[in-house]
């Protein structure tokens, strides 16, 4: 009998609180640095120091739950997290364990169009550790390791979610979005390269149809979209083909292996009891009033799905349209600028999800960068619409925009890229290409209607792209 099998997966992820200075401590929270010069006695962690709670961590971390929809304690507090790594100074972490700032929240997820709620167990703060350099291509391959404490003490929340993910596409998915959420809050910046953002993630696999939760292994700190699909395929895959082997599935903590392709073994998983937590001693319980919830959840702003069903209802985008677009707070802020210069939301959204994040991919960069004003956006496709260029010229000019920073305008003109409207001058081309193509016209003439398509690419080659195409069309039916 074959056994299908399904995965199930739980996520912890990982955001740096967008705060100037670090969580228990004055230091610098900017990324960068000489290492070791954005340090302290408090977070090095040095004898006879104390630390002192930065409030603006606490406003962020409850704006945080409340956008994901988390219940807020109204008593939490603060508790050590004992573990040697050398990229801890204290050897144990400050964290939240037992009682923790927000609880049982849930965020809604979409794949294949279809809408499924994922629960949130827990968002509690902590601060970060250190970090380790390795001197080789991956740590299992390191003869030696350098360490920058600067990342030492920088605030975080930590979101885990209950293990309500069944593919690595709805793992995806759930991280869009939670990244969406903290950037419209604007809590974390969520820069992945640069590790605000990282994903641990809890993959098991059990037969399908049954309740019984397999042994589950975690693949620690992946940081990208792409690692983390790849890698719970990858998971899914080992753990389903140990099993048919005959072989167990090991409690253990794993890496992802980029290069490779592939997870290693890093170490057995802990368990909680292993970190033998225990209530910090030097900070009291934090006690959060109504008011103070009542607040933050003023301050709250339009949320990746009620910012969709705006651009639906009121712009008439299309779903997928609007849910592209909101997936990225600096997406949809780039759209609405757009609109205040050309109100054509969908020619707009096209250029968006087309030319523009074909670039921004290209070149590795964030929708926050992009090189090109939304007035220059706007100001392009207003040639368009006065005939001024074509459309494939339109594109040319666009990515010598991103690349350059010129206006539209600037580099149709130096480049004389004016769009062929003159009626005789195209006559002259058309019909030369049909000169010079008589087997396409004794097609098309026999019924191969496509055979038009290759006459039109033909003129607009001729032309380098500057003819009108529409009117190109006009006068090759005409002829033919």
């Known amino acids: 009998m074959i056994i299908e099998y399904e995965a199930v997966i739980g996520l912890e992820v990982h955001a740096e609180l967008k705060t100037n200075s670090k969580i228990f401590c004055a230091c610098s929270t900017e990324f960068g640095g ?89 968002l509690h703060m902590e601060e970060d550790a250190g970090k380790l350099v390795h001197q080789g291509t991956a740590i299992v391959e390191s003869n030696s390791s350098l360490v920058d404490y600067n990342r030492t003490g920088v605030p975080l929340v930590e979101i885990v979610s209950e293990p309500d993910m069944r593919s690595a596409e709805e793992a995806k998915a759930y991280l869009e ?18 590790g605000s953002l990282r994903c641990d993630a809890n993959i098991s696999v059990r037969p399908k149809g049954t309740e019984k939760l397999g042994t589950k292994a975690e693949l620690k700190n992946m940081n990208s979209f792409k690692a983390l699909q790849k890698a719970i395929e990858y998971e ?22 980029e290069n490779k392709g592939i997870s290693v073994s ?23 009033d109504k008011q103070w919830v009542e607040r933050i959840r003023a301050t709250l702003p339009e949320l990746p799905d009620d910012r969709k069903q705006r651009l639906v209802n009121e712009l008439g985008l299309p779903e997928y ?111 030369k290409v049909i000169t010079d193509n008589p087997q396409s016209v004794a097609d098309y003439r026999g019924g191969k209607k496509q055979a038009a398509g290759f006459m039109v690419g033909q003129v607009m080659k001729a032309t380098r792209g500057k003819a009108n195409p529409k009117l190109v069309n006009e006068l090759l039916q005409k002829k033919l």
């Open 34 to 122: 000489d290492p070791n010069t954005h340090v302290c006695p408090v977070c090095l962690g040095l004898p006879g120091v104390l630390p002192v709670l930065n409030k603006e961590v606490v406003d962020y971390a409850l704006k945080a739950g409340l956008a994901l929809n988390c219940q807020i304690a109204e008593y939490s507090k603060f508790d050590r997290k004992n573990y040697f790594y050398p990229d801890l100074p204290k050897a144990y972490q400050v964290s939240q364990y037992d009682l923790p700032i927000c609880e049982h929240g849930y965020l809604d997820i979409e794949v294949d169009g279809k809408t499924k709620r994922i629960g949130i167990t827990r």
């Open 321 to 431: 349209d609007a849910a592209v677009i909101t997936g990225s707070k600096d997406l949809a802020d780039y759209l609405d600028r757009c609109l205040e210069y050309y109100p054509d939301a969908k020619k707009v959204s096209n250029w968006i999800m087309g030319e523009l994040l074909r670039l921004l991919n290209n070149s590795n960069m964030e929708p926050a960068e992009a090189p090109v004003e939304p007035k220059e956006m706007a100001e392009l496709l207003k040639l368009m619409d006065k005939g001024t260029i074509s459309g494939t010229i339109a594109k040319q000019v666009f990515e010598e925009m991103f690349n350059t920073g010129k206006s539209a305008a600037e580099i149709v003109a130096a480049k004389g890229l004016e769009q062929i409207s003159d009626q005789s001058e195209l006559e002259k081309i058309v019909e």
């Open 266 to 288: 890093l170490r057995s998983k802990e368990e909680a009891h292993d970190y033998r937590y225990f209530p910090e001693p030097d900070l009291v319980p934090l006690v959060i």
């Open 177 to 194: 979005k939670v990244k969406a959420i903290l950037q419209y809050t604007e809590v974390s910046d969520c820069k992945m390269q640069e």
């Open 236 to 257: 899914i895959a080992r753990q389903i083909e140990l099993i048919e082997d005959g072989e167990k599935v090991v409690q253990e903590t794993r890496s992802w292996d």
